[in-house]
């Protein structure tokens, strides 16, 4: 749970999407925004688990939303607008990531990637920046990016490449709508114990993660771990921050751990 609340967003409406999932980072966010006094908006097409978030966050306004849908994204933006008056942060976060060898991927599974992890970020966007611009206020805009911006890997090839293009995409908006006051700017997670990997296929890696994460920061992170960054980014105190992203992996990418048994034989050779 994040508990400590430096953030104060009182007043600032806040629409977060994939928010369904109790253990995801969309719901962490949202959690954490409103913790902070945001009066917050969700989406997701998991109506199960919507209807849970419902019990936790009473307040919030959760709505079945396909990110994909143009149509039923603009009629969401138009209800949350209706509903509390403005939109002043968004934070794109839905997205899939259907593991499979690119030999083995079919067109359908590429489509729902890109679909979902890129043309929804873009749908979502544009319809709260045509909002902000007519606000006249500006606004941030935060897309969950990955460490897969930076590095591929098997059979993630094509999420992979979804989220390079979320990497530009984060760049461009914040080069168009910089004038406009909008900010846009990306969080980068590494591995994160959440559902998008905790599907059959991933079982046995999240068991060695478990023993071993390999990370500086020794643990696999939880949704929470994301706020933060993403609140900081969505905050005045990011205000001269557009265009950027922040890297949230433990320490991943600062460099690779030597194996347990190298550093064991280091430590008899300097006893
Ligand atoms: N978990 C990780 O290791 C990790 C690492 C790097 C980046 N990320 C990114 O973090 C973000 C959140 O993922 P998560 O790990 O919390 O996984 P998650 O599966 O818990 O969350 C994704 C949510 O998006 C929803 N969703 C999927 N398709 C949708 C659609 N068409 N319309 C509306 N909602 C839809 C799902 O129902 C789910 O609730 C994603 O952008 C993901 O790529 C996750």
Not at 9 to 19: D, E, M, N, R
Not at 173 to 192: D, H, I, K, Y
Request: net charge negative.
């Amino acid at each position: 749970m994040f508990e400590d609340v430096t953030f104060n967003f009182a007043g600032k409406v806040a629409l977060v999407t994939g928010v369904a999932s109790p253990i995801g980072i969309g719901r962490a966010i949202m959690r954490g925004l409103a913790a902070a006094g945001a009066a917050v908006a969700g989406c997701d097409i998991d109506d199960d688990l919507l209807a849970e978030a419902a019990v936790e966050l009473p307040d919030a306004f959760l709505r079945n939303v396909d990110v994909r849908d143009r149509a039923q994204v603009a009629a969401f933006v138009r209800d949350v607008a209706a509903r509390f008056g403005r939109v002043d942060i968004l934070v794109n976060n839905a997205a899939v990531a259907p593991f499979r060898a690119i030999v083995d991927l079919d067109e359908a599974d590429w489509d729902a990637t890109f679909d979902t992890n890129v043309k929804g970020y873009f749908l979502f966007a544009q319809a709260v920046a045509r909002l902000m611009i007519d606000q006249g206020q500006g606004g941030s805009i935060v897309n969950i990016s990955s460490v897969s911006v930076h590095e591929s890997g098997q059979h993630k090839a094509h999420y992979c490449a979804s989220k390079a293009a979320v990497g530009s995409l984060t760049k461009g908006l914040a080069v168009e709508l910089g004038r406009s006051g909008v900010r846009v700017n990306a969080v980068e997670p590494g591995a994160v114990d959440t559902l998008i990997v905790k599907d059959d296929y991933l079982a046995g890696l999240l068991s060695s993660w478990d023993e071993d994460p390999g990370l500086p920061i020794n643990r696999i992170a939880r949704g929470e771990d994301m706020v933060g960054a993403a609140l900081f980014l969505c905050s005045d105190a990011a205000a001269y921050i557009t265009g950027a992203s922040i890297l949230v992996d433990g320490g991943g990418f600062a460099g690779g751990l030597l194996p347990d048994d190298v550093l064991r034989a280091y430590e008899v050779a300097m006893k």
